[in-house]
């Protein structure tokens, strides 16, 4: 199956290929309406933070429009198109739109696999690709692969050090999805923590992006007598194991990553997850200016706080109309690749981030969180909670 899944994906990538390889550079100078592909995931595995990643990105270009934050009458008109994120559909819509000479620029990517089968596309046809999410190490790939996610590594290695400290935690164990590169890097970054606090590490216990039952791993992990059970895993892997853990009763602290963050998760939940600390770079109720105006926005639309993965989504078309912004006259993908490959810092939502190497980083915005009863509101996380 993953030999005919890259099969898949080299077909589409030479299709695509073929399609723009004798084509000019698209884009006219000075066009008022400039054409974004966004590639979306709201059916599939991962609707539920795919719905908040391409809300986001919608308030932003209401925002941009709006504002006429490009400048000289200049709008952006988002092209979605939905890949479910599944790699060889994302693929395929990356093809799509690469093909559309009027689309300058692509935001897409949730996951890491999905990233992967889309850079070598946009590499190609030398389109600019911002990634919105896919947290694998060195996917920015300037000048036209670039990543505004802030990266979940650097926020649980502080979150670890910080519950360590404050918990007072002798020893603890990990439960770990391992079928996913992103999410075992995001687990190596809790250890970094953990180790640097002087945490013993009692061991691993390994899940699976299939596993639906985690009766069995819940009791591996609690039979390790660990002060602290971290869990790292998607969404639906994260929460799965959190609740069997509490179900079967363990005394000790939970600690997660942001993927348990998102609309619904909390009432799906709430036993389970009311003290377990997560990390956001983006906390709605704390936020001011620009990152006021757009959770002020988002609620407004969509009837609930803007959570971390909308903010993602937000700053990916935010990125790339402030990279068109740069780029003056020439809103050509050439011109947009140049702005963006220049570009080394931003005042964004997040406040002011600086990118290197194509990765924007925003270190000093993250915050230890944990959902409050009874209806969910995220706040800040403290040891009595």
Same mark, same amino acid.
């Given at each position: 199956?993953?030999?005919?899944w890259?099969?898949?994906?080299?077909?589409?990538?030479?299709?695509?290929?073929?399609?723009?390889?004798?084509?000019?550079?698209?884009?006219g100078? $000075?066009?008022?309406?400039?054409?974004?592909?966004?590639?979306?995931?709201?059916? $599939?595995?991962?609707?539920?933070?795919?719905?908040?990643?391409?809300? $986001?990105?919608?308030?932003?270009?209401?925002?941009?429009?709006?504002?006429?934050?490009?400048?000289?009458?200049?709008?952006?008109?988002?092209?979605?198109?939905?890949?479910?994120?599944?790699?060889?559909?994302?693929?395929?819509?990356?093809?799509?739109?690469?093909?559309?000479?009027?689309?300058?620029g692509?935001?897409?990517?949730?996951?890491?696999?999905?990233?992967?089968?889309?850079k070598p596309?946009?590499?190609?046809? #030398?389109?600019?690709?911002?990634?919105?999410?896919?947290?694998?190490?060195?996917?920015?790939?300037?000048?036209?692969?670039?990543r505004?996610?802030?990266?979940?590594?650097?926020?649980?290695?502080?979150?670890?050090?910080?519950?360590?400290?404050?918990?007072?935690?002798?020893?603890?164990?990990y439960?770990?999805?391992?079928?996913?590169s992103?999410?075992?890097?995001?687990?190596?970054?809790?250890?970094?923590?953990?180790?640097?606090a002087g945490?013993?590490?009692?061991?691993?216990?390994?899940?699976?992006?299939?596993?639906?039952?985690?009766?069995s791993?819940?009791t591996d992990?609690?039979?390790?007598?660990?002060?602290?059970?971290?869990?790292?895993?998607?969404q639906?892997?994260?929460?799965?194991?959190?609740?069997?853990?509490?179900?079967?009763?363990?005394?000790?602290?939970?600690?997660?990553?942001?993927?348990?963050?998102?609309?619904?998760?909390?009432?799906?939940?709430p036993?389970?997850?009311?003290?377990?600390?997560?990390?956001?770079?983006f906390?709605?109720?704390?936020?001011? $200016?620009?990152?006021?105006? %757009?959770?002020?926005?988002?609620?407004?639309?969509?009837?609930?706080?803007?959570?971390?993965?909308?903010?993602q989504? %937000?700053?990916?078309?935010?990125?790339l109309?402030?990279?068109? #912004?740069?780029?003056?006259?020439?809103?050509?993908?050439?011109?947009?690749?140049?702005?963006?490959?220049?570009?080394t810092?931003?005042?964004?939502?997040?406040?002011?981030?600086? %990118?290197?190497?194509?990765?924007?980083?925003?270190?000093?915005?993250?915050?230890?969180?944990?959902?409050t009863?009874?209806?969910?509101?995220?706040?800040?996380?403290?040891?009595?909670?």
């Amino acid at each position: 199956m993953r030999r005919s899944w890259r099969i898949a994906v080299a077909v589409i990538a030479a299709t695509a290929l073929a399609a723009t390889g004798c084509a000019k550079d698209s884009g006219g100078t $000075g066009s008022a309406t400039i054409k974004l592909g966004m590639v979306v995931a709201e059916t $599939g595995p991962i609707a539920g933070a795919g719905k908040t990643f391409a809300n $986001g990105a919608r308030i932003a270009a209401d925002q941009i429009n709006n504002g006429d934050l490009i400048g000289g009458g200049k709008k952006i008109e988002l092209v979605a198109k939905e890949g479910s994120e599944d790699p060889a559909k994302s693929a395929s819509v990356v093809a799509q739109l690469v093909a559309d000479q009027d689309v300058v620029g692509i935001a897409c990517c949730i996951l890491s696999t999905v990233a992967g089968a889309a850079k070598p596309i946009v590499d190609k046809a #030398k389109v600019p690709l911002v990634l919105w999410g896919a947290t694998d190490v060195d996917l920015a790939a300037p000048p036209y692969v670039f990543r505004t996610v802030t990266m979940p590594q650097p926020a649980n290695e502080k979150l670890a050090q910080t519950v360590a400290e404050q918990k007072k935690l002798a020893t603890v164990a990990y439960g770990v999805m391992t079928d996913n590169s992103g999410i075992v890097s995001q687990a190596e970054a809790f250890k970094k923590g953990m180790t640097s606090a002087g945490v013993q590490n009692l061991g691993q216990v390994d899940t699976l992006s299939t596993q639906t039952n985690f009766t069995s791993a819940a009791t591996d992990l609690i039979q390790k007598n660990a002060d602290a059970i971290v869990v790292a895993g998607t969404q639906s892997n994260a929460v799965g194991l959190i609740a069997a853990l509490h179900d079967k009763g363990y005394p000790g602290q939970i600690v997660s990553g942001e993927t348990i963050s998102g609309t619904g998760v909390y009432k799906s939940q709430p036993q389970a997850l009311g003290n377990v600390p997560f990390p956001v770079y983006f906390l709605a109720k704390e936020a001011t $200016g620009a990152g006021q105006a %757009f959770a002020a926005d988002y609620k407004a639309k969509y009837g609930d706080d803007p959570d971390d993965f909308a903010a993602q989504g %937000f700053n990916a078309i935010y990125t790339l109309a402030m990279g068109l #912004k740069a780029a003056g006259h020439d809103t050509t993908r050439a011109g947009l690749s140049k702005a963006l490959d220049t570009m080394t810092e931003l005042d964004t939502i997040y406040g002011k981030v600086t %990118f290197d190497h194509g990765q924007l980083n925003a270190s000093s915005s993250v915050q230890i969180v944990h959902y409050t009863a009874p209806d969910g509101a995220i706040a800040r996380w403290t040891p009595s909670n």
